[in-house]
């Protein structure tokens, strides 16, 4: 390969993160600046568009000058590159450049036709944004080497028009030739410093904006402006979302009562109110108050507010009234959207941003506003999800009254509500493009931070196939960041075989894994394959179409796709060769196995010689079949197919063992919960029969040639908490080992039983109680084909006034649940429960945690606040709930037959992190 070859691979792999639509090296050539050199605009591009690219060749060692390519008409266009927009202010006038301007012309929007000659560089571009793509890529390709650029024609276009980061704070000059260079057009700065932009901090955000500006990515300033408001909340305090209470104080002489909070709104915005007798008191003639300072944070310690009567008042002595208040909770971080004080953060705020910063687009991301309806200042009949939308409507203002603001984003949740679309489309202020973003599919995809390299390059390629955009989180990780952004530029460009194909071929999330990874990747998509009745032949059948169109469309692909094709047939046709040992064929069967071991070491470098050949000579020895645990290193499910109803999913279980002279016996605790019991795979040694038992009847039995092998079918499945597993044989030692029970698909379906009267928490807890009511059981991992651990049941109950949901929540360890969490927010870092449905009316979620914190959802919307309650209960290895609702909040009564459908998703934050689901239709009685 020659020396000029060389380095155009080398640039290409450089850029592979956003790679070309289309590109064509020259092989032999290269383009050298001269010590002077002319960039010629050619149409009506204002000259810091291309300062980027005059800076970079100045500092390689050019002189620069610029040129309008309208002065005149010269056929020289040695040493110049010219830039210019097609069909715009006579670009490309000359004829030597007619060609490139028609290309540029059929291009997609934002695109460029960019060729490098040995004499000179041609920019032929769609549009203006056209020309800073060009611009970034032709500083990006002549990178590598600035004195000898390699020659080359390229046609390209981003596939996604929003290509975006959201990072939490500001990044280095290097972080943002890293994002230029990847394709990103836009930045979502997301800090809690908007509040007060002067001094160094505002100077730092004014170069940050400027430096993103210069390497044409916009800066989008992300204000969460009705939650995690502290920095609003410093400036202006009377501006916190308020409860309202009402308590019973005696005032006695000219003493002080205190009250039972500290931070009362002042009076101005919400004036205290005392009555006696029913009768309104009136301050500073019958009573007098004694606040203290409004500031926040809010302090929960110290005493709160002082009330005492005024002598001769209307207030006799040694009596008690009734004190209606407006107080600040300690922890509140969200803002009252009706307060005075939040129109005046939120001007100042957009002041600071469009004015301070000059940012031409903001995203207003509105949080989680917890119990804004017991605010006094807002509407009392104004329901939760209008507030948002005139939050948005009121905000969206702020940031428009200088009408400089042409595009604002928000939440996808404040645009496209199912209760919003029955008021009509939201147009917050007339002239301003609203964006919508969504945390998954939406006109702007929007990932989480801990979203998975492999992931989010799997998003980024969808969000660019169905044209539209995506925010990247910086957290990700540089490499996750630049290959997500490479995608939604081009998702057909070469990359890597697991993010490209192959993860959603073996239903994994690898991007370059090693050995181990690979083929643990592959041992747990075979397990699945074979627990929904799959043949090795059939899996063996469908791979070799895939590897054809691979091979066909994405041959770069090729060299990963091979290896891991190798190791996947060798699982087959190890499971191939069991299935004939199982059926009786052994000497055909063992011959195989000696096959697959001997590839299995070829293929794993980590796979001993010696480890190799004493497998060999235990099997010539024993004449015995090798368990897949001691070929592959985990145990596999062995290929029955036909023969258990699919899919099955695993469940876990506890193995005690109870073993004597030729027996064994293993019992298989389910607990907590039970399952529809379809298959235990296990292997054994010496066994001459074998049986699996439950509740002292058999279901399962083998006998026949020594050993007897599993795995133990049961057909119809068996409801089962628990099962054992017995085996006998004529030597001294029987061996179980590694037993893996699967079920069949929990039940989709609950009922609902109508009671006369309202069931006591401590009646349902028992069995009898429940006795013949339909239940929700079952839950499974929640994106995988396996049970959880710690199983939860939910009976659904109804009267004529009330739903119930009784939630029985198994725990094995009580004692290491984590509390935490406030009320009316769900909180990821504790123990909980919900329950979502979706009624005639409207979808609703209800939680409830083992210490007994509530919270309650409209639409996903925590603003709403509904009355109900929660009994709770705790046993030794499970803790109970009760959650009563009045139909009348959730849309009124259910006829006999009506279905909702219903979600119940378990958190466990414990020892262990675990996230559980059932979701089914619940049919009313």
């Known amino acids: 390969m020659s020396a000029v070859l060389a380095l155009i691979c080398s640039v290409v792999a450089a850029m592979s993160a956003a790679a070309p639509q289309q590109v064509s090296p020259e092989?032999?050539?290269?383009?050298?600046?001269?010590?002077?050199?002319?960039?010629?605009?050619?149409?009506?591009?204002?000259?810091?568009?291309?300062?980027?690219?005059?800076?970079?060749?100045?500092?390689?060692?050019?002189?620069?000058?610029?040129?309008?390519?309208?002065?005149?008409?010269?056929?020289?266009?040695?040493?110049?590159?010219?830039?210019?927009?097609?069909?715009?202010?006579?670009?490309?006038?000359?004829?030597?450049?007619?060609?490139?301007?028609?290309?540029?012309?059929?291009?997609?929007?934002?695109?460029?036709?960019?060729?490098?000659?040995?004499?000179?560089?041609?920019?032929?571009?769609?549009?203006?944004?056209?020309?800073?793509?060009?611009?970034?890529?032709?500083?990006?390709?002549?990178?590598?080497?600035?004195?000898?650029?390699?020659?080359?024609?390229?046609?390209?276009?981003?596939?996604?028009?929003?290509?975006?980061?959201?990072?939490?704070?500001?990044?280095?000059?290097?972080?943002?030739?890293?994002?230029?260079?990847?394709?990103?057009?836009?930045?979502?700065?997301?800090?809690?410093?908007?509040?007060d932009l002067i001094g160094a901090d505002g100077q730092t955000w004014r170069n940050l904006f400027d430096a993103c500006r210069a390497r044409n990515i916009e800066p989008i300033p992300v204000v969460d402006f009705l939650q995690h408001a502290g920095a609003y909340l410093k400036r202006f305090p009377a501006a916190a979302a308020a409860r309202t209470r009402t308590q019973e104080v005696m005032l006695l002489g000219e003493d002080w009562a205190a009250l039972k909070h500290r931070q009362l709104l002042p009076a101005e915005t919400q004036p205290i109110t005392v009555a006696f007798a029913g009768v309104p008191m009136v301050e500073g003639r019958d009573f007098v108050v004694d606040r203290p300072p409004l500031a926040y944070p809010y302090p929960a310690e110290g005493p709160g507010a002082l009330l005492r009567r005024i002598e001769g008042g209307g207030i006799p002595d040694g009596t008690e009234v009734q004190v209606t208040y407006a107080y600040i909770p300690e922890d509140t971080e969200s803002l009252c959207l009706f307060a005075p004080e939040t129109e005046s953060a939120g001007r100042a705020v957009a002041d600071a941003l469009v004015n301070g910063l000059g940012a031409s687009s903001v995203h207003l991301g509105f949080g989680d506003c917890q119990r804004w309806g017991q605010d006094p200042r807002i509407p009392a009949d104004a329901s939760a999800m209008r507030l948002l939308h005139e939050a948005a409507r009121r905000a969206a203002s702020w940031y428009a009254f200088e009408g400089v603001l042409p595009r604002l984003y928000m939440d996808q949740g404040m645009l496209a509500s199912p209760r919003f679309s029955e008021q009509g489309d939201f147009v917050p202020v007339p002239g301003i493009e609203v964006i919508a973003t969504a945390p998954a599919v939406g006109a702007l995809m929007a990932m989480p931070a801990e979203a998975t390299r492999a992931q989010l390059y799997a998003a980024a390629r969808q969000a660019a196939r169905a044209g539209g955009g995506m925010v990247v989180p910086w957290a990700a990780g540089e490499d996750a960041v630049a290959a997500a952004l490479g995608a939604l530029w081009n998702p057909e460009a070469p990359g890597l075989a697991w993010p490209k194909v192959l993860n959603a071929q073996f239903g994994a999330d690898l991007w370059e894994p090693d050995d181990t990874a690979r083929l643990n990747?592959?041992?747990?998509?075979?397990?699945?394959?074979m627990l929904a009745g799959q043949s090795p032949a059939q899996l063996a059948e469908s791979w070799s179409g895939v590897e054809r169109m691979i091979a066909r469309e994405k041959p770069d692909l090729q060299d990963e796709v091979q290896l891991s094709g190798a190791h996947y047939q060798t699982l087959l046709d190890y499971l191939s060769a069991e299935a004939r040992y199982n059926a009786g064929e052994r000497e055909a069967a063992l011959k195989d196995l000696e096959r697959v071991v001997r590839r299995r070491g070829e293929l794993d470098p980590a796979f001993a010689a010696e480890r190799m050949q004493r497998i060999l000579d235990t099997m010539e020895a024993q004449q015995l079949f090798a368990p897949g645990s001691i070929v592959f290193g985990e145990p596999l499910c062995y290929a029955r197919p036909g023969r258990t109803p699919g899919p099955l999913f695993e469940i876990p279980a506890t193995a005690a063992y109870d073993e004597d002279r030729g027996m064994t016996n293993v019992t298989l605790d389910l607990s907590p919960g039970s399952a529809a019991v379809a298959r235990v795979d296990f292997?054994?040694?010496?066994?001459?029969?074998?049986?699996?038992?439950?509740?002292?009847?058999?279901?399962?039995?083998?006998?026949?040639?020594?050993?007897?092998?599993?795995?133990?079918?049961?057909?119809?499945?068996?409801?089962?908490?628990?099962?054992?597993?017995?085996?006998?044989?004529?030597?001294?030692?029987?061996?179980?080992r590694e037993p893996r029970l699967s079920a069949a698909a929990p039940p989709r379906e609950a009922r609902c039983v109508s009671l006369s009267t309202e069931p006591p928490l401590a009646k349902l807890s028992g069995r009898d109680g429940l006795a013949g009511t339909g239940r929700a059981y079952g839950l499974l991992i929640a994106g995988e084909p396996r049970f959880a651990a710690a199983q939860t049941e939910v009976w659904f109950l109804r009267t004529p006034g009330q739903w119930f949901a009784y939630i029985r929540a198994h725990e094995p360890r009580m004692d290491t649940m984590v509390a935490g969490g406030s009320a009316n927010a769900p909180d990821d870092a504790r123990e909980e429960v919900r329950i979502r449905i979706r009624t005639a009316s409207g979808e609703y979620t209800f939680g409830v945690s083992p210490g007994g914190v509530r919270y309650d959802l409209e639409y996903n919307d925590p603003a709403w606040d509904s009355v109900w309650s929660a009994d709770l209960a705790r046993e030794s290895a499970r803790w109970d709930a009760l959650i009563a609702v009045p139909l009348s909040e959730i849309g009124g009564a259910p006829r006999a037959g009506e279905s909702w459908d219903v979600r119940i998703e378990r958190q466990r934050r414990n020892v262990v992190q675990e996230d559980s689901v059932w979701q089914g239709p619940l049919r009313f009685e």
């Open 521 to 529: 990747a592959l041992m747990q998509h075979v397990n699945r394959m």
């Open 683 to 736: 292997e054994s040694a010496g066994a001459a029969s074998l049986s699996l038992e439950l509740e002292g009847r058999s279901l399962w039995t083998a006998t026949g040639a020594f050993p007897v092998r599993g795995p133990a079918l049961v057909t119809p499945p068996q409801e089962a908490s628990g099962l054992r597993l017995k085996g006998e044989g004529p030597g001294e030692r029987v061996a179980i």
């Open 27 to 195: 092989q032999y050539t290269v383009f050298e600046p001269a010590a002077a050199l002319t960039i010629v605009l050619s149409g009506d591009i204002p000259r810091e568009t291309v300062q980027p690219l005059e800076t970079f060749f100045a500092r390689a060692g050019s002189r620069v000058s610029l040129m309008n390519g309208l002065v005149k008409m010269r056929p020289r266009m040695k040493d110049e590159i010219h830039v210019g927009i097609a069909g715009q202010g006579g670009a490309f006038a000359d004829r030597s450049l007619h060609r490139y301007a028609e290309i540029a012309e059929a291009l997609p929007a934002a695109g460029y036709v960019l060729e490098i000659r040995s004499d000179c560089i041609i920019l032929s571009c769609k549009d203006a944004a056209g020309v800073s793509n060009g611009i970034s890529r032709l500083i990006s390709w002549a990178a590598q080497s600035p004195r000898q650029i390699p020659c080359a024609n390229i046609r390209d276009w981003p596939a996604a028009a929003q290509r975006y980061v959201r990072a939490e704070g500001p990044l280095s000059d290097d972080a943002l030739d890293m994002l230029a260079t990847a394709g990103c057009n836009g930045i979502f700065f997301d800090t809690d410093s908007w509040a």
